[in-house]
């Protein structure tokens, strides 16, 4: 698999100037051309990317699946990831795309705490919409940097870092604010996440296929486990996890007070591979052994 490793060999697949700073920079779309290379069918961005377009058309693949580039309006995209992306038939459209290399944020907070802003490992399609305004703050970071990057001193690193964790912060804020506006669309997810846990087990699928995972549930809904697991987080105030580890419990009680069942028998009719695991957790959530909470209430 062919990779794309330092920002210079970026800007040169988009027809681009060389950078002004070799770890970071502030692309222009508009001035943007996508060079007729092969890699671009198959490759590997050794670094973290921001898009924030307008008018972009076209096809990209990243990771498993494929989307469309015009689909919302600020994406993020973390280093590592396989991608695919039909130049011949795409256009950058406006707008900017942000790019630093992982080694620019090495001793710095960032670096740990970059894993925390959960949309680096959203789908492309679950892109964040704007309104103009908010749109325009990001522009203006995103305008800050690129001025930033003409000046390479002692100062520039913390400038520039700063100023990232200011649109990772605000997009963060952006993200819960579409979460909780987009009101229809969100109220059918949540109705879908229920059917799909409810279909889990009344199918029979735990004792075929082991415990309920977050991948089960994000796929089963077409979406990134992240995505999912922060839209429950705002709606609800639990992850994707703890909503399975409520669910399990739920059944566990209906089982422990309406059957004969053993505590062995239940465990493994809930997924677990192990009763005591499924006694351990039982016990963590309810403060009491499934043996002790059948005595209370059957």
């Not at 080694?103 to 960032?110: A, C, Q, S, V």
């Not at 919409?129 to 690129?146: Q, V």
Request: charged share 20%; net charge negative; hydrophobic share 40%.
């Amino acid at each position: 698999m062919n990779a794309i490793r330092s920002v210079a060999e970026f800007h040169r697949l988009l027809s681009l100037p060389s950078p002004r700073h070799p770890l970071v920079s502030v692309i222009n779309l508009s001035e943007s051309v996508f060079l007729l290379d092969d890699i671009w069918k198959g490759f590997v961005n050794m670094f973290y990317c921001i898009a924030l377009k307008r008018d972009a058309t076209g096809k990209i693949r990243y990771g498993q699946q494929e989307y469309d580039y015009d689909k919302g309006v600020l994406s993020f995209t973390a280093p590592n990831q396989v991608q695919a992306l039909d130049v011949y038939n795409m256009e950058c459209g406006s707008g900017y795309l942000l790019i630093f290399h992982p080694d620019f944020i090495l001793k710095h907070p960032l670096a740990n705490g970059i894993n925390n802003y959960g949309f680096f490992s959203y789908a492309v399609n679950e892109a964040l919409h704007l309104s103009d305004e908010e749109e325009a703050d990001l522009i203006t970071i995103l305008k800050k940097i690129d001025k930033e990057c003409a000046h390479i001193d002692k100062h520039t690193q913390t400038i520039i870092l700063s100023q990232i964790e200011l649109l990772l912060n605000y997009s963060d804020r952006f993200y819960e604010r579409q979460f909780i506006t987009r009101k229809n669309s969100n109220h059918e997810l949540l109705a879908k996440f229920e059917q799909v846990v409810s279909e889990y087990f009344n199918g029979g699928h735990a004792l075929q296929e082991g415990l309920l995972t977050v991948q089960y549930i994000a796929e089963k809904m077409n979406l990134s486990p992240n995505y999912l697991s922060d839209l429950l987080r705002v709606h609800t105030g639990q992850n994707t996890q703890q909503h399975i580890h409520e669910k399990l419990i739920e059944r566990a009680k209906e089982k422990l007070s309406t059957t004969n069942l053993t505590v062995s028998e239940i465990a493994y009719a809930l997924g677990f591979e192990y009763a005591q695991s499924f006694s351990t957790l039982f016990k963590k959530k309810t403060d009491m052994s499934p043996l002790t909470f059948r005595r209370i209430y059957q």
